[in-house]
């Protein structure tokens, strides 16, 4: 399982449930990195999305323990249990965990890979990503590309997912 997100120097994904900065070379990043993918996503990102509509060219799921919520084009979940469950069904490589932070935190440890726009600039948050810089596990292995919109420098960065050794040479 993957993850793509936008971060800046302090971690920081959002404030007041949208997007910290108009990056329009991350946006394409992110269509051509998800597309004809599984995305997976809280309510409160779906809601986010031009009209509330679930993203045009890929399996859209939701997490949510409103029983009510009912939106179109998506699969909904009530728990990220039942959600591990669902995605057995697709190739791991083909699932992206796209936010919000909560959702982010509770799917970290299942990723393998984590796409990060690395934003060159800090903003006013109130949502941040864990800081893939400081957690043992997870090691920047690529930068795979850059970019600069409305003066804001960034580049796209691979993080992965280390082995964890047993302490007698084996993994």
């Known amino acids: 399982m993957n993850l793509i997100a936008a971060a800046d120097e302090n971690w920081a994904i959002g404030k007041d449930g ?41 399996v859209n799921i939701v997490l949510t323990r ?30 992206f965990i796209i936010g919000g932070g909560t959702v982010y935190r509770a799917f970290l440890p299942y990723c393998k890979k984590a796409y990060i726009t690395h934003i060159f600039h800090t903003f006013p948050a109130d949502t941040v990503f864990p800081d893939l810089d400081r957690e043992p596990r997870w090691k920047q292995t690529k930068v795979l590309g850059t970019g600069e919109d409305n003066g804001i420098r960034y580049e796209f960065r691979l993080y992965e997912q280390q082995p964890v050794s047993d302490g007698k040479g084996g993994i």
């Open 18 to 58: 949208g997007l910290l900065a108009h990056l329009p070379g991350d946006m394409k990043f992110f269509r051509e990195t998800t597309k004809e993918k599984v995305v997976v996503m809280g309510r409160k990102t779906l809601e986010s999305f031009p009209g509330k509509k679930p993203l045009k060219n890929r």
């Open 66 to 95: 409103n029983t009510d919520y009912a939106p179109e084009g998506v699969t909904l979940c009530g728990s990220v249990e039942e959600a591990l469950e669902l995605l057995k069904q697709y190739d791991s490589e083909d699932v």
